[in-house]
């Protein structure tokens, strides 16, 4: 079960994100907080630290948490998050429709990509991500089969990362990245509603299992009116 404090935290969030609590208002109190939610001051204060340390929230002394400003969707690039988990803060109509899953033997950039020889077979796993009936992210996932085994439809509709932990025991330790804007591509038109846009924003990604194996490429594309990428930072002195 979900420590309370992380319920509390996502709650918030998806208030946040629907316009619930609105950029420079001002949260309700650690005691008010604490009254609605029926727990402890203690659980309050991890919540609202959690959103503080991802730039939902600054405490401001004799004012209390002021909201910061998310008028548009936030996609962290710092942290390693599956979709299924963002989609709770996203909060709105959010659908994922797998449009096509297979096994290939990789082509030479792939390889490359991956850090494998042709004689690894790998998933190509293409899925769109549908918020408030706008598809507007295309994650295009290739992984290697010798590590992630029975993939299906099912799991890719659901969460893969999720499927990789506490089905196959695996642990997903750490990622490089890189975002680049990209024109689209004939891919792009057929799966996104791209509108009047032309460019996409891509962010790549090599992740990694806990003993240093590189098991998953993944480029994410997104229309670019729809996001803002963010590593929230904090100065400490």
């Not at 806990?210 to 670019?224: C, I, K, M, V």
Request: charged content about 30%.
């Amino acid at each position: 079960m979900q420590n309370k404090f992380l319920t509390i935290y996502n709650e918030l969030v998806r208030r946040i994100q629907r316009g619930e609590y609105y950029a420079g208002e001002v949260l309700p109190s650690e005691h008010e907080l604490k009254e609605a939610y029926d727990t402890s001051r203690e659980t309050i204060r991890k919540a609202l630290n959690l959103l503080v340390q991802n730039g939902y929230i600054h405490k401001v002394r004799g004012k209390g948490s002021v909201v910061l400003d998310h008028s548009k969707f936030e996609f962290p690039v710092s942290g390693l998050t599956s979709f299924k988990e963002l989609s709770e803060q996203f909060g709105g109509d959010i659908r994922t429709t797998v449009e096509q899953l297979f096994l290939s033997v990789p082509g030479e950039e792939l390889q490359k990509a991956l850090g494998c020889e042709d004689d690894i077979r790998v998933w190509n796993v293409i899925r769109s991500r549908e918020i408030n009936g706008e598809r507007i992210i295309l994650d295009k996932d290739y992984l290697r089969q010798d590590y992630i085994k029975g993939l299906t439809k099912e799991i890719a509709e659901q969460s893969i990362y999720e499927y990789i932990e506490e089905e196959l025991g695996l642990e997903i330790s750490f990622a490089k990245k890189q975002i680049v804007v990209e024109r689209t591509t004939e891919e792009d038109e057929r799966y996104l509603d791209l509108q009047e846009h032309n460019q996409v924003v891509v962010i790549r990604s090599y992740v990694y299992l806990s003993d240093a194996t590189l098991f998953q490429y993944t480029e994410s594309r997104h229309r670019p009116d729809k996001f803002q990428f963010v590593d929230f930072a904090r100065r400490v002195k």
